[in-house]
């Protein structure tokens, strides 16, 4: 059996000049089109079109008779611009009714701010005729889902917090009634750091190629994901392959599954009741940042030090100037002054610190942008390494945070 | 004169099931849409298809009858999943030519590296006859550009590293010479922090409706857009609306153009010869990181300093006991010495200090998630606020890191 017959087909279609013209970076694709897949369905087209009647009805009709459900998202406001559900009414002979229990809810929520809803939300109330209203718990526009013709269609707003709202709180459990049969694939996924992709592949390419299990890599900056499917009668060789590449991929694979590594790295903390100082200096906040990015991080993460000019290094740290002098600030001996300097000014129990040429400029012929010098220890001992990144800044500075993190628990798995 | 109608129609095709699944967010889509609204296309469609010959054979072909420019990106690597080069000479029935010249470079940069290319890599070589190659200075596939039937279909990889750089190096220029009466709208961009959509909207709605400038809102949180728009011919009359909008909206305009809050903040700093330092307790080393993410930031960015606990605000910053317990971590009192406190531990002439509860626990009832307390000053003063925000932890430490630079933006414009 072609396992891909039993997947419903899903289309999803964006409304928005903004998404046209770059002006805002698309999310909405993304979120549902991840969704619907791990729900079961098969995502076969997303497609943007301008907040015009023609072109949404044009390829609503389109979606329509192709898909087994078609998600609309955008084009639900108030203003003249906003012209989907008109357009969807147009497209497929559906007269619109007006919903008073919606119009209710808009006119509750202009009340809570002391207001009333100006007339023109009121085309936000009116839902094609005999349409189910998915309610909005982020804002005034409802959603709605209907089926016509034997194919369904959900409408949504653009806002992402919105759109996912109505999801998550009604959408989802309303598809999984109405496709009891979806039939997603089981799904293991391997996080890697630290690995390129020929390296990974040739690590694990003949355990693929004698395996039914179907192997997938992405490369998401600055990690690579193996992702192994089977479909769900196969789970059994699913777990085993998993475990053959995760053991082939070793001591890359920081996680399986959905954690990021700061996430992994703050859970290993949690468990062992270690708290970690943060020590950056071309890296400016950012490995502060993406650990205090976790909610409950306050339990794990004690303080940072961004000593981003030498005078900080010194007066914050005690890095000797004798040190910064000698051998530069961004050198191996500076890293472990930081990270040393950045434990005694601390409670923490481990820490990294991070020092290095993020560029565009600011490079040297000894030590070119991309230089990096990166130290992980605890109150006893420190180790430090020097890498050689050849990313943009951005790049540069994230694959630094990412380093110090990935060698931090290794250190502690190891040692601690 | 409909001014749409000078406007040549571009379309988008992007081609990866790892966009349809949600595996990651599409980046090229608003890239593409942003570099040919720019240049005066009209993007009228962007559409997202497997890795399936047919599916982007079948909207290769429709894309490219009803628009004169097709943008392809995407499946142009050496696996098996690669399929787009093969689909688009299936699509239009246009033989592919293996291209020496092209070869030789992939040949080059396995060289480089000290290796030969696998023989899969060959057919990264493989163009349809009589399409001219755009070289790719950032990867082993080239693009590829070639007219057929009147209408125009340019190919590019789907790495955004690759295709930008393709763009930029060739691709642009190649345009503009096929386009030359390519028209686009002059636009002007006011960038807003602090005001929420519908003060905006109350402010100038007047003068929008009395204008012929085309006014449209842009909620890129935290910040508001408003993009004013006419016909070339109208350029003096844009101008003239974009300073009466500007007026209208004062103090919350911090620039016109493409310049984020951390980037102007940054030309202030250095413009006057000031350093900054970040004192940051719940956004974590966000403040910093936003700074630091500018290039050449060491020249006005003095240090930072995540003093997450009580302990650090103390020990790192001499934050003097008393007050947090007589106040809380979270008070103006706390913000007030946290930012004198950073201010003498450092050689910064001005600063600001972030303290609050970013969510989603942690709350109480007199200080909920949300409440946050801003202060920003020089060596001699400062001012603190306290702000009730209801978003979720990201945007919470988001909208609070802007906050203070907006603050400091003011601060130094008025004082300094």
């Not at 997303?46 to 009805?57: N, Q, S």
């Not at 009709?61 to 609309?72: A, E």
């Not at 923490?348 to 610190?353: K, R």
Request: charged share 25%; proline share 6%.
């Amino acid at each position: 059996m072609q396992p891909s017959s039993s997947f419903p087909r899903a289309g999803i279609l964006l409304v928005g000049n903004e998404l046209l013209r770059g002006e805002i970076p698309d999310r909405n694709g993304a979120f549902m089109g991840g969704e619907l897949t791990s729900m079961g369905f098969q995502v076969e087209r997303i497609v943007t079109v301008p907040d015009g009647i023609e072109a949404i009805a044009c390829v609503t009709r389109d979606l329509h008779l192709s898909h087994d459900l078609l998600v609309v998202m955008g084009g639900l406001g108030p203003t003249g611009d906003d012209l989907t559900t008109e357009a969807i009414a147009q497209a497929l002979s559906i007269p619109l009714e007006f919903h008073e229990e919606s119009w209710q809810r808009i006119v509750m929520i202009y009340a809570s701010r002391g207001r009333t809803p100006p007339e023109v939300n009121r085309k936000q109330a009116l839902i094609p005729q005999g349409a189910e209203v998915l309610p909005n718990p982020q804002g005034t526009a409802p959603g709605y889902l209907f089926q016509h013709e034997g194919h369904w269609i959900a409408v949504l707003p653009g806002p992402p917090r919105e759109n996912q709202a109505i999801f998550g709180e009604s959408l989802k459990n309303r598809l999984r009634e109405i496709f009891p049969t979806a039939f997603p694939r089981r799904q293991r996924i391997l996080r890697i750091f630290g690995l390129t992709e020929s390296q990974v592949a040739e690590r694990i390419e003949e355990l693929a190629r004698k395996s039914s299990v179907e192997f997938r890599y992405l490369f998401r900056f600055p990690e690579i994901l193996v992702l192994l499917s089977a479909h769900p009668s196969e789970e059994k060789v699913l777990d085993e392959t998993a475990r053959k590449a995760h053991a082939l991929l070793e001591p890359h694979v920081y996680t399986e599954g959905e954690k990021t590594l700061p996430e992994v790295v703050g859970l290993i903390l949690k468990e062992r009741h270690l708290k970690v100082v943060a020590v950056e200096s071309c890296t400016g906040g950012l490995g502060a940042k993406l650990l205090t990015d976790i909610p409950g991080s306050s339990a794990w993460f004690e303080r940072g030090f961004v000593v981003y000019t030498n005078d900080a290094k010194e007066e914050v740290l005690g890095v000797p100037k004798e040190i910064l002098q000698e051998f530069g600030a961004v050198s191996e001996e500076t890293a472990l002054a930081m990270l040393k300097g950045g434990l005694e000014h601390s409670r923490a129990d481990v820490g990294f610190a991070i020092t290095g040429v993020a560029g565009p400029t600011g490079g040297t012929r000894e030590k070119p942008v991309g230089t990096v010098c990166i130290a992980v220890g605890d109150r006893k001992r420190g180790k430090v390494k020097t890498y050689h990144f050849s990313w943009d800044r951005e790049y540069n500075r994230l694959i630094s945070v990412w380093t110090a993190l990935h060698r931090l628990r290794l250190w502690i798995l190891s040692s601690m």
